[in-house]
């Protein structure tokens, strides 16, 4: 996710119901694993701190590697085998890979989550506020929190503190909940019945582009019957919630051009065509005012959703109003069209625009170019390549004649509608594991055991991840479970992670190790 | 002009007639004028290069005075009355002003030009090529000119040579025409017989924003009975033109308003409206795939073309081809519409579109705003005013709720089209001499009576100058008759004028001076 929600104090009301006990025998884990954490805070804290000190930026790749040792020396403490799992070219961030193997176990998990974090701008951090220099605060910096500043190493830690720092919710939280998971469960004698594996890898906010290399490379360490993703937020209203899918995802770049120098606006306008209105006819071609797709086919494809995802969409307790008053929007793109619909649409977003200048350095000019970029979010159905056809026939059929590179003068001599098209590499489609299948409902019971409301079961998020090239490569499920709290400013400045969602994401992670 | 048409090598061939006899007088009179200089070239020349060699940017206001002070002198050399004129704010660069009056003259003509330039990037200028050392150069940078490295002062000047340097064409050359015409036309010993007035401002490029208070200080300096402005450039088939209008111009610009922090697409995308979207939305209802203008009334108010005007256009010589070439145009934006035809309208651009960012920066969100910049050119009968305001009423007409200031958080949550727009101070109506009147007749005589072809007559240039303010103030006639070469990269790096040119243009004010 690269960019931060900040301030969304959503007051929403949680959803408690009789009719989903816990077992008797999961919530005697669950106690056993509190009173571990209880007793073994204040070493989790001390280590956590430490392995958020370390920073974790993609240019760093000295400190990414000292990450892994980190965590390979955390996993080791715990009793498990570890190593790195190098990517094909020097210096790329290694994975780290450990596992705990049970004789005669005949399903296997693995958990993954990332340990490296999105760029920093220390300058953008609140005043004393810092990336790498991890602090408790008493709330976000833009609800007003301040640093706990008489708080010393072996003090008590108030749960409703957070922690600052990048990587502190996106994703370390993740490598912090299953390690100490793991920690407590062994602790108190509990014994996981299936195979466990664990991937932590170093390239997610670089968009992993090594990870199938990686995968490819480690074939017998990659395979599982399911990949538990922990990353990702609770639902805003702290709420625990099961992911079982996420949008696929292909960007594309679209140059109109014009005549071939800045002319005069006085002198050509009204004569030379100008290239940001014919970008902005083509656009407004593709989207009407009430926000509809009109590019043919865009949803053509698409496979609704199933039963069982529309019961677990219905039963979700909505945010849209809560969004809607944090964000000041007044109404929905497609009015009447909920959130969590568009989630299982595909979707066209301009992710920006540009040609000459605005503002104060607006020159009287007719650009030569005009730019957009687009952003295609794809559901189960969609192919990336195929969506991404269906807008080079709509532009074409709006006249325009298309290259995939800068017009020859002899090209923008002959076409009046002149537009080159890039198709930015790396798109992939969406990922989607079925609710009703035994990998998604041991995935629900065992989160379910942990908390006594109905956990959220959302069908996909809006938001991408390549598990398309997980499952592909590996043929496990692909099941995320996110154990943060919502407002940790994740990708922004200030990230933060609110302490008590690390306690319950680290129930929540020994649940699932004794998944059956 | 606020951009450099580079490279247009346009091989038009000029048109030439029998029908306009030049007078005997007027030849003879050119004829001396002619011989004066030939026998003055060089001090000439040397002169204008000590002008040029004085910087002239808005910003280097010593600069701005010493040129003032240059100019003053050359007007002293000549036995005119000269003295500065302060603008009311000190520091403000100040006209030159001088007069040559004929005890019993009836008529006062004032002649125009400024002394300031363009701001310069040196870095941008060829090699070896600067703004405030004027070389001769064999060609323009873009077509191969190369300097005429072996040239000493007191060499003789080829006239196919070009001088480089900011202010060379733009509109150091009118100063240096108008003063040039009139020591050739003393040395012949001709007497003019209306009274000549010289006005040399220092603010144009600026956008003149303190000529309208020097012309109320000093409103008997100011008066006459015509201003011939001497700046903008011949018809680009090299023939001398006179041109008895501008476009009004008026800027506007708009901001759109999408959520209050920028939004992950995946998570709300199909949901939370795009400022992009709506922005994109509202300009293609403003214009159609045609280059049609479709806000009501846009053209209601337009006086059309006069008959004189019209079949003053119909005699220039068609320059949409060559253009058409020389930029890479295949089709004119409303299909069928000249370039001269476009002059004679309103018009909408677009300077400038942007949101968030595109290529390789581009993130995967919903932008917070999107911004257009546009340029509205006016024509007679047009007001600036009412012109934006049925901008204003398109756009409410389209839903917008307007704003001239950022919103609320309040005005956010409330209406789901936001707009802010800003008027550009300074904008201003169009100007238009008619063809037939006196004035008009007289200008074109005295140009017509330097070449035998027929003097092209433009209505209007499609550019725009706030000589209404000057109209408005002084009750005078305003006809521009430019000097320069077409291709002289005005306002762009490696300015320069055809030496021809200014010889010619020293003809062209001769005559003018001798009007009846």
């Given at each position: 996710?690269?960019?931060?929600?900040?301030?969304?104090?959503?007051?929403?009301?949680?959803?408690?119901?009789?009719?989903?006990?816990?077992?008797?025998?999961?919530?005697?884990?669950?106690?056993?694993?509190?009173?571990?954490?209880?007793?073994?805070?204040?070493?989790?804290?001390?280590?956590?701190?430490?392995?958020?000190?370390?920073?974790?930026?993609?240019?760093?790749?000295?400190?990414?590697?000292?990450?892994?040792?980190?965590?390979?020396?955390?996993?080791?403490?715990?009793?498990?085998?570890?190593?790195?799992?190098?990517?094909?070219?020097?210096?790329?961030?290694?994975?780290?890979?450990?596992?705990?193997?049970?004789?005669?176990?005949?399903?296997?998990?693995?958990?993954?989550?990332?340990?490296?974090?999105?760029?920093?701008?220390?300058?953008?951090?609140?005043?004393?506020?810092?990336?790498?220099?991890?602090?408790?605060?008493?709330?976000?910096?833009?609800?007003?929190?301040?640093?706990?500043?008489?708080?010393?190493?072996?003090?008590?830690?108030?749960?409703?503190?957070?922690?600052?720092?990048?990587?502190?919710?996106?994703?370390?939280?993740?490598?912090?909940?299953?390690?100490?998971?793991?920690?407590?469960?062994?602790?108190?004698?509990?014994?996981?019945?299936?195979?466990?594996?664990?991937?932590?890898?170093?390239?997610?906010?670089?968009?992993?582009?090594?990870?199938?290399?990686?995968?490819?490379?480690?074939?017998?360490?990659?395979?599982?019957?399911?990949?538990?993703?922990?990353?990702?937020?609770?639902?805003?209203?702290?709420?625990?919630?099961?992911?079982?899918?996420?949008?696929?995802?292909?960007?594309?770049?679209?140059?109109?051009?014009?005549?071939?120098?800045?002319?005069?606006?006085?002198?050509?306008?009204?004569w030379a065509p100008n290239p940001a209105w014919r970008l902005v006819n083509l656009l407004a071609s593709m989207k009407d005012e009430h926000g509809r797709v009109l590019i043919e086919g865009f949803d053509a494809d698409v496979i609704p959703p199933t039963d069982?995802?529309?019961?677990?969409?219905?039963a979700i307790p909505p945010a849209d109003a809560g969004f809607a008053a944090a964000l000041e929007i007044p109404e929905p793109e497609v009015p009447g069209r909920s959130l969590l619909e568009g989630y299982m649409l595909p979707s066209l977003n301009i992710n920006?625009?540009?040609?000459?200048?605005?503002?104060?350095?607006?020159?009287?000019?007719?650009?030569?170019?005009?730019?957009?970029?687009?952003?295609?979010?794809?559901?189960?159905?969609?192919?990336?390549?195929?969506?991404?056809?269906?807008?080079?026939?709509?532009?074409?059929?709006?006249?325009?004649?298309?290259?995939?590179?800068?017009?020859?003068?002899?090209?923008?001599?002959?076409?009046?509608?002149?537009?080159?098209?890039?198709?930015?590499?790396?798109?992939?489609?969406?990922?989607?594991?079925?609710?009703?299948?035994?990998?998604?409902?041991?995935?629900?019971?065992?989160?379910?055991?942990?908390?006594?409301?109905?956990?959220?079961?959302?069908?996909?998020?809006?938001?991408?991840?390549?598990?398309?090239?997980?499952?592909?490569?590996?043929?496990?499920?692909?099941?995320?479970?996110?154990?943060?709290?919502?407002?940790?400013?994740?990708?922004?400045?200030?990230?933060?992670?609110?302490?008590?969602?690390?306690?319950?994401?680290?129930?929540?992670?020994?649940?699932?190790?004794?998944?059956?």
């Amino acid at each position: 996710m690269r960019i931060a929600i900040v301030g969304l104090l959503l007051a929403l009301t949680s959803v408690r119901g009789a009719d989903t006990p816990q077992t008797s025998r999961a919530r005697s884990v669950q106690q056993q694993v509190r009173a571990y954490r209880e007793a073994h805070e204040r070493e989790m804290i001390d280590e956590y701190l430490k392995f958020l000190s370390i920073p974790n930026t993609a240019f760093d790749r000295p400190s990414l590697l000292r990450n892994a040792q980190f965590i390979a020396d955390m996993l080791r403490a715990r009793g498990v085998a570890a190593r790195l799992l190098p990517a094909p070219i020097a210096g790329v961030p290694p994975a780290v890979y450990g596992e705990i193997l049970n004789p005669g176990a005949t399903r296997t998990i693995l958990f993954y989550a990332h340990y490296d974090g999105q760029p920093v701008n220390p300058a953008q951090w609140a005043p004393g506020w810092e990336p790498f220099r991890p602090q408790f605060v008493t709330a976000p910096a833009e609800r007003g929190g301040t640093i706990v500043a008489d708080w010393k190493p072996g003090d008590a830690v108030n749960p409703q503190w957070r922690i600052t720092g990048r990587g502190s919710a996106d994703d370390k939280a993740g490598v912090m909940t299953i390690l100490n998971g793991l920690a407590a469960l062994i602790g108190t004698g509990a014994r996981p019945t299936v195979n466990l594996k664990f991937f932590f890898e170093g390239e997610e906010e670089s968009g992993s582009p090594h990870l199938g290399a990686i995968l490819g490379a480690n074939r017998a360490a990659a395979a599982a019957d399911l990949w538990v993703i922990v990353d990702g937020q609770c639902h805003f209203s702290g709420q625990k919630q099961v992911v079982f899918g996420v949008r696929g995802d292909v960007n594309v770049g679209l140059t109109v051009y014009g005549p071939r120098v800045p002319l005069h606006s006085g002198h050509f306008g009204n004569w030379a065509p100008n290239p940001a209105w014919r970008l902005v006819n083509l656009l407004a071609s593709m989207k009407d005012e009430h926000g509809r797709v009109l590019i043919e086919g865009f949803d053509a494809d698409v496979i609704p959703p199933t039963d069982a995802e529309r019961r677990a969409l219905a039963a979700i307790p909505p945010a849209d109003a809560g969004f809607a008053a944090a964000l000041e929007i007044p109404e929905p793109e497609v009015p009447g069209r909920s959130l969590l619909e568009g989630y299982m649409l595909p979707s066209l977003n301009i992710n920006g625009i540009q040609s000459a200048n605005v503002g104060p350095i607006a020159a009287n000019v007719i650009p030569v170019s005009a730019k957009a970029a687009l952003d295609l979010r794809l559901v189960p159905g969609n192919d990336a390549q195929r969506q991404v056809e269906k807008v080079v026939a709509h532009i074409k059929s709006q006249g325009f004649h298309v290259l995939d590179r800068d017009p020859t003068d002899e090209e923008r001599a002959t076409y009046p509608r002149l537009i080159r098209i890039d198709v930015v590499p790396g798109g992939y489609n969406a990922q989607r594991t079925a609710l009703d299948s035994p990998a998604a409902r041991a995935v629900v019971e065992a989160v379910q055991s942990t908390v006594d409301y109905p956990v959220i079961r959302l069908p996909s998020t809006g938001g991408s991840l390549p598990l398309f090239v997980i499952q592909q490569q590996t043929g496990a499920a692909v099941i995320s479970v996110p154990v943060v709290n919502y407002d940790n400013n994740q990708h922004g400045e200030n990230e933060n992670v609110k302490v008590q969602f690390l306690w319950d994401g680290m129930e929540t992670c020994a649940a699932l190790f004794m998944m059956p």
